[in-house]
């Protein structure tokens, strides 16, 4: 099952950098308007969602049920919608590659801090040596993929 989970984290990873220049060129047709792609990207993905839950799950007893639980749970949207947002504004500033890895940096630590305190109800997984080692691995090829180069014409 393992392998399955990874594929698909893999898949997603497509897709996110897939969704950056996708979306970067909707806005760029949109009158270089980050917001108006935001909100259209949003908009279809909505529209997708609705259908598939309207097929595959009791939609609409489950929305009956929205208002018995907490405020907090329903702020991923409104990340996403920074996430999205964030990723049409900088992908042709930056790059995708550059931008994702700080990105992808941002999650690593988070996530770290999420596992090792148990924060908004998930399992505890506590940071050891090894995963703060690969950390600085990270780091390590963020700063390298950035400055080798530079570097490199230091020392020649």
Do not use: C
Not at 25 to 31: N, T
Not at 46 to 57: H, N, Y
Not at 141 to 150: E, P, W
Request: charge should be positive; hydrophobic fraction near 60%.
């Amino acid at each position: 099952m393992f392998i399955l989970y990874t594929l698909i984290a893999l898949a997603a990873g497509v897709a996110l950098a897939s969704q950056a220049a996708i979306n970067s060129q909707l806005a760029k047709a949109m009158g270089d308007e980050p917001l108006i792609a935001t909100f259209i990207s949003f908009g279809t993905g909505a529209l997708l969602l609705l259908v598939i839950s309207s097929i595959k799950t009791d939609l609409l007893t489950q929305l009956a049920t929205v208002t018995q639980h907490s405020w907090w749970k329903f702020i991923g949207g409104s990340l996403g919608v920074l996430v999205v947002f964030t990723t049409i504004l900088l992908s042709p500033k930056m790059g995708i590659t550059n931008m994702l890895f700080f990105i992808i940096v941002g999650q690593l630590i988070m996530a770290m801090i999420i596992d090792h305190y148990g924060l908004i109800n998930m399992p505890v997984r506590e940071v050891n040596i090894f995963k703060l080692i690969g950390l600085a691995i990270v780091g390590i090829g963020l700063v390298t993929f950035f400055f080798g180069d530079k570097l490199m014409k230091l020392f020649h």
